[in-house]
Structure formats: structure tokens, C-alpha cells
């Protein structure tokens, strides 16, 4: 059940219609709504739990009812007790009491049980589908946005949403309901004077309308800037070496300090507007005790109203004029929400640029063969930068693209396993187009060797067996041997179960490369892509990858982005790209006698 909701959540959409319980007409509900109704897109994420927010809503209504009831039984006292001395009619009403605060007890204990496990599970489906969707993007949409940025949208904008689905909406509508209960008692015991109690009620409600306008586009500035804290922190920490190596410390820390005093002024213009408006709400919510003072005693002394009626009013003063509080700062974390759920919807929202087609079919025996058909290829909207590109890699055979940088080789390569879509032409694996293979089937057939190794904060084990998880103890060191890793993990102190730290910081160059390719040996695929696999390592570590890149590569399709001409002078084809598009191929003595680019890139490499 729980996988269906996960499928439902990822193709989430923006709902047509709003929240079931959003129609109130009341002028004490209107400010509510109206921050509610940019919320209602939350409303798929909240219907798995509608049976538990059904029973807290019921324990809810008749909670309040409870809680409502003793100040009716105050006035009775007062007119009927104390007025005519009638001492033994206290003990039935004192029961009654006892009875009420009892059941009311017990079912704010359910509500708020049930309440918070349904917010809890909200808040982990709604997570998750950010997750998921992220997950789904290509790279592309990563390359637009700010890693930083998207982190702060999955935890901390969801953390401030967590906060208005347990405890917003819920003392929200606990609020509401003790407002019109008491306006409905009031208007009940003495009509004139519980019409007059409203009038500062219905003033404040027009009053915040007029704030939340005002606030609601702070508070997205406000979140904005959160964001721009996220990726600047995740860049810095990430970029950790190169600021020391170029002893920028205090420079990081200035355009640090610059980032948090954006989001310090945001929250301070926030601040300023809460400060001036809540003492005046506060001010304004106070002339309801003055208003039913001063006419419960005028109606008094007309004899349209009891002593035990206005004792029943006062009592009812908590609960008529105290939520008034509890509604403006609930008030102000909806504004807040509404601002964090427009930067969670956008990043939901957000289209997926390369997606399965309905008609993808799965790679059952994959045999390897690579084929680019005329690719053309832009980013975005922008110029195409690769024309024409015809190649074809098959099993046992490799490919290498070289030229200048920028010339669009690694473009190529991402093309391959689909990270990209071509623009025009076609890449086809074993004679499928890739746009009609699905793509974790298409993923699964390859295996991608970066200059860049990433290793995850886990053990040596772990990273290698990442290629495929269900391997044996045995299998991932047969791996490790044939990447000639597995003697320099058995001297570890804890072998294979050492930590390799973040991104494997505990580790060379050239060990990180050799775990990077034990991973692909384990994965033993039918297409190996290759982008600088050895530009980054030691020169002591090279001809050990090298050796085992030759054995990596043997029997499969291979596809070879490399600056070091010697790791390609043995390729059965050499593409050479400038400018997008391939202006030599041949094997290296073909394009050597040529005496073109490729040749001048040999001799300068030469030296």
C-alpha cells in the first residue's frame, strides 16, 4: 500500500479543486482561508490519512464541546445556587463538571495522538516524493539550480510545513470552533450584547487581511534568502581545500556574513510588521472585554440580562477573546507555510526533461553496440553545440574522442547512457533508440568511469558493491583484485570495512580510481564509458589503472573521453571533435600520417 502512495505522490499535480473543509463564509474564518487557499495543493499528500483526520477533527468538535460547557454551568450556579441559597444544588452541576473535564481530557489525548502521527506521515510521503522527484530530473535540472537551494526546499521548507499540518491547522480549527461556539452562546443568552462583543472580532479579521497582503511576500523573501544561505554553505564546505589552498577565509566569511544579513533584513522587515501590527490586534481584541463590561452591566440594570449571564460571558472571555492570540501567531506561521510550500511546489512541479516513453521496452540481454545516427545536441534553448556526430562502438572494440577543451566530448559520452536527450539524430543501443528503452534497463547495461571519482561516506565494501548490491563478500573482492585495488584494502586497518569518508577523502586519487573501477568490473556491464579515468591520479597510480582499464574493457563496447593521448593510441577508432562536430577519425597511425589536429595534439603532448 505504502509503494502505491509513493506512485501516486511522484506524479503529483496541482489540484483543481481546494480542501474540503475550506468553504466557511464566517468573517472570523475569512483571514484563514485566505492564506489556506495557497496551501491546498497539499491536499494530495494529506488524503492518505483523511480517516485520521476525520476521527481528530470528531474528537476535536466534541472536545470543544466539552470544553465549552463549564461556564453555562458557572451561570446556573450564580442564578440558580447562589441567588436562592440553595446549597445542595451545587452537587449535581460539580458532577457534571467533573464528568465533562474527564471526557474532555480523553479525547484531547486521542486527538492529539492521532493528529500528529497522520502530520508525522504527511511530512515523511511529502519528503519523500521531493526526493523522488529530484531523482527523476536529469542533469540538467541540476545545473540550473543550486544544490544548496534544492537541499534547503526538502528539509528545512518541509520542516516549516511539518509545523502548520501538527500544530497550525489543528489549534486553527480548535480556535475557530471556540469562536463560534462562544459567538453562538453569546448571541443565544443575550442577543444585543453578543452582536456588540463581535463588532472588534469582525475589525480584526479585516485588519489581518490587510496584513497577511503585506506579509506574505516578505516571508517568500524571507525563505528566498534561506535558500541562498544553503547553497552558499554547501558550495563553501564542499570547496573547503581550494578556500584554504588560496587562503580566501576571510573572504568566504565576508560573502558569508553578506548572504545571512540578506536573510537578517528579510526577517527583520517580518519583525518590524508583526511588531507594530499584533500589540494593535491585541488592542483591538481587548475592546471585546470592555464592549460586554460595560453593556452586560446597561442590560443588567434594564432587566434584560442576569448576573449569572454575565458571569457566564466573563467566563467565556478565555475562550472568546484568549484565542485571539493563538489566531494571529497561528496566522503568521500559515504566511510562513504558504511561502515554503510555494518553493516545495515548484521544485514538484517542475517538469522532467528526459522521461520513459510509454512504449520503452527493457534491455533483456544487452549485447553492447553503440550507435550515434547525425546527433545534434543544445542545452536548453540555447545553440547547438554538437552537429552531426556518427560513430558506432561495438563489443570488444573502443572508441576515443579527443580534441581541445570544450570541443563537446563528455557531451557525447552523457548522451549515451541518456543523462541528455540529442536535440536531433539518434543514439541507439543494440539497435534501440535510447528514448525508448527504459532507462534504469539502459543504465543498467553501462558502466561509467569519471575523472571525478564519487565515493559515498561508507565503507570500502560498500562503495564497491554500489554496482550491484546484492554481491557476495567473495565477488566484491574478485572485483577489487581485477581493479588491482584489493591489496591496498586488505592493508587498511579494517580491510574492506574501512570508512572512506566523504566523497572518500580518506583516500589517494589513484585508490579512489581503483575502487570507482572494482565497482564497474562488479557491475560487469555490456557498454563502458570512460571520461578521464586517469587525468586525475598520480603518475605512480596510472599504469596500475591502466592495466586494469585494459581488463575492464575486454569483450565490451567501450567509449573513451580522454586529454592523455596515450590512453588511446590502442583505439580500433579515434573521433576527433572541434567545434562541436567531428573533423578527423581514424586509428592513431592513420590520423599521425595525417599531420591534422590530432597530430599537432600528439606532439605537444610530446613536448
Not at 562488479?522 to 596510472?542: F, Q, R, Y
Not at 567531428?582 to 597530430?599: D, I
Request: with cysteine; net charge positive; hydrophobic share 45%.
Amino acid at each position: 500500500m505504502h509503494c502505491a502512495r509513493g506512485d501516486q505522490l511522484a506524479t503529483y499535480r496541482r489540484p483543481q479543486r481546494p480542501l474540503a473543509f475550506r468553504g466557511g463564509k464566517s468573517a472570523i474564518l475569512g483571514y484563514v482561508n485566505r492564506p489556506a487557499s495557497s496551501l491546498r495543493g497539499l491536499w494530495p499528500f494529506l488524503k492518505p490519512y483523511r480517516g485520521a483526520i476525520a476521527l481528530g477533527t470528531a474528537c476535536l468538535v466534541a472536545g470543544i464541546a466539552a470544553e465549552l460547557f463549564p461556564p453555562l454551568v458557572w451561570g446556573y450556579i450564580v442564578d440558580r445556587v447562589i441567588a436562592r441559597h440553595n446549597l445542595s444544588g451545587l452537587v449535581g452541576p460539580s458532577a457534571v463538571m467533573a464528568g465533562v473535564y474527564l471526557v474532555g481530557s480523553i479525547l484531547s489525548a486521542v486527538r492529539t495522538n492521532v493528529v500528529e502521527r497522520a502530520g508525522q506521515g504527511f511530512v515523511f510521503d511529502l519528503r519523500n516524493a521531493a526526493y523522488r522527484k529530484l531523482q527523476s530530473q536529469s542533469l540538467a535540472y541540476f545545473a540550473q539550480h543550486r544544490t544548496g537551494d534544492l537541499m534547503a526546499r526538502v528539509a528545512g521548507d518541509i520542516d516549516t510545513l511539518q509545523d502548520v499540518v501538527i500544530r497550525g491547522t489543528d489549534s486553527v480549527i480548535a480556535n475557530a470552533l471556540r469562536l463560534l461556539g462562544v459567538a453562538g452562546i453569546f448571541i443565544a443568552l443575550q442577543p444585543k450584547l453578543g452582536l456588540i462583543c463581535l463588532i472588534p472580532i469582525v475589525v480584526l479579521a479585516f485588519a489581518l487581511r490587510i496584513f497577511n497582503r503585506r506579509v506574505k511576500n516578505v516571508y517568500r523573501a524571507s525563505r528566498a534568502r534561506l535558500g541562498d544561505i544553503g547553497a552558499k554553505l554547501q558550495d563553501n564546505l564542499s570547496g573547503v581545500r581550494v578556500i584554504k589552498a588560496f587562503a580566501r577565509e576571510e573572504d568566504e566569511q565576508d560573502a558569508f556574513e553578506g548572504v545571512t544579513r540578506r536573510y537578517r533584513d528579510a526577517q527583520v522587515e517580518a519583525v518590524n510588521l508583526r511588531s507594530r501590527f499584533f500589540p494593535a490586534a491585541r488592542y483591538i481584541a481587548q475592546w471585546g472585554q470592555i464592549l460586554m463590561l460595560g453593556f452586560g452591566a446597561y442590560f443588567i440594570m434594564l432587566g434584560q440580562f442576569t448576573v449569572g449571564g454575565l458571569v457566564t460571558y466573563r467566563g467565556y472571555g478565555r475562550y472568546f477573546f484568549g484565542p485571539i492570540d493563538d489566531l494571529m501567531d497561528i496566522n503568521d506561521l500559515l504566511q510562513r507555510a504558504s511561502a515554503a510550500w510555494a518553493r516545495v511546489e515548484q521544485l514538484l512541479e517542475a517538469p522532467i526533461s528526459v522521461t520513459d516513453a510509454p512504449d520503452a521496452v527493457a534491455l533483456k540481454r544487452p549485447e553492447g553496440r553503440v550507435e550515434f545516427r547525425d546527433v545534434g545536441f543544445a542545452y536548453g534553448d540555447g545553440a547547438e553545440i554538437l552537429h552531426g556526430i556518427s560513430f558506432t562502438a561495438t563489443p570488444g572494440k573502443m572508441v576515443a574522442l579527443v580534441g581541445p577543451s570544450g570541443a563537446g566530448k563528455s557531451t557525447v559520452l552523457n548522451l549515451v547512457p541518456r543523462f541528455y536527450d540529442v536535440t536531433s539524430g539518434a543514439v541507439l543501443v543494440d539497435g534501440h533508440d535510447v528514448r525508448h528503452i527504459r532507462q534504469s534497463s539502459l543504465r543498467s547495461a553501462m558502466a561509467l568511469v569519471q575523472q571525478d571519482t564519487f565515493l559515498f561516506n561508507d565503507t570500502v565494501l560498500e562503495n564497491i558493491r554500489y554496482g550491484r548490491p546484492n554481491a557476495t563478500e567473495e565477488e566484491v573482492e574478485a572485483a577489487a583484485a581485477m581493479a588491482n585495488a584489493h591489496d591496498f584494502i586488505a592493508e587498511m586497518p579494517e580491510g574492506y570495512e574501512t570508512m572512506v569518508g566523504e566523497r572518500g577523502v580518506r583516500l589517494s586519487g589513484g585508490q579512489r580510481q581503483r575502487i570507482s573501477i572494482a565497482r564497474a568490473f562488479l557491475a560487469n556491464p555490456s557498454i563502458l564509458l570512460l571520461d578521464e579515468a586517469t587525468s586525475a591520479v598520480e603518475p605512480e597510480s596510472e599504469w596500475i589503472i591502466q592495466a586494469a582499464l585494459d581488463r575492464l574493457m575486454a569483450g565490451r563496447a567501450t567509449i573513451v573521453v580522454s586529454h592523455r593521448l596515450s590512453m588511446v593510441r590502442g583505439a580500433d577508432e579515434i573521433l576527433v571533435l572541434d567545434g562541436g562536430q567531428v573533423v578527423e577519425r581514424g586509428p592513431h597511425a592513420s590520423l599521425m600520417a595525417l599531420g591534422g589536429l590530432y597530430a599537432r595534439m600528439v606532439e605537444l603532448q610530446n613536448g
